[in-house]
């Protein structure tokens, strides 16, 4: 295998795993943000909300006190959808819409604005955002107008489309980087092809072929030695 070759394999398999580790990492950062974007209040503006009230749990591993948080947010919900009232458009302030915490048990522990109920049925739960603390589920944010959370099949989609683009900017990138490399293991491998040809003549009988000694200091040297070598050579040729 030739010298050219090695050098473009290798260079193939760093770009490759590069790639592969750049893909990956870009694949689970997406993922992370896609299922906090639709399912932990980003449709509706919260993700703030969200994040405040679980520091809050894991500073004082309680609720009570939270209502303070739930006081005048900007809530946006989505044109025509919601759950509970439909057709919901615009900014509606915490108080409007009837933020509250509620436990897993479904016991509303704190809230802004009216509240008219002090539990939640299982099925309003299921409207409501998850309170998470080192992975479990602490509580619940919940509003009486309803938030909009898609089905997990709309998170698939969108994970399928950005696999989809991920694996073309991948393909363009991998087939750039090979054309450079390409490139690269060309003019790393031509003093060494200039120096074969060389010593080619030379072995043929003509001692004057002398080659560049420019170049990373490794293929410098070798080129002043080979220069040495065919001097030395050409002036016992000529003393003889």
Do not use: C
């Not at 439909?86 to 409007?96: I, K």
């Not at 915490?101 to 739960?125: C, P």
């Not at 991998?174 to 293991?185: H, K, R, S, Y």
């Amino acid at each position: 295998m030739s010298l050219r070759m090695r050098f473009l394999l290798s260079f193939a398999l760093v770009i490759a795993v590069l790639l592969l580790g750049i893909s990956l990492s870009m694949r689970s950062s997406a993922q992370a943000e896609v299922h906090a974007y639709l399912f932990r209040g980003g449709l509706m503006g919260m993700e703030d909300l969200v994040s405040d009230l679980e520091a809050y749990y894991r500073e004082h591993g309680t609720w009570e006190g939270a209502d303070v948080l739930l006081e005048n947010q900007n809530v946006q919900t989505p044109v025509g959808q919601g759950q509970g009232h439909q057709g919901l458009s615009g900014n509606q302030t915490g108080g409007s819409r009837g933020l509250s915490v509620v436990q897993i048990d479904g016991i509303i522990a704190a809230g802004a604005g009216k509240i008219e109920q002090l539990s939640l049925t299982t099925d309003e739960l299921e409207s409501a955002i998850p309170l998470t603390n080192n992975k479990q589920t602490v509580g619940y944010l919940y509003s009486q107008t309803g938030f909009y959370l898609p089905d997990q099949s709309l998170e698939e989609d969108i994970l399928a489309r950005l696999d989809t683009a991920l694996r073309s900017a991948a393909l363009i990138s991998g087939a750039v980087a090979l054309a450079l490399a390409l490139l690269l293991a060309y003019f790393l491998s031509r003093p060494i092809r200039l120096l074969t040809g060389a010593a080619v003549n030379m072995a043929k009988g003509d001692l004057s072929q002398r080659v560049e000694t420019k170049g990373p200091q490794e293929l410098a040297s070798l080129g002043k030695a080979f220069n040495h070598m065919a001097a030395s050579l050409e002036q016992t040729e000529a003393t003889r």
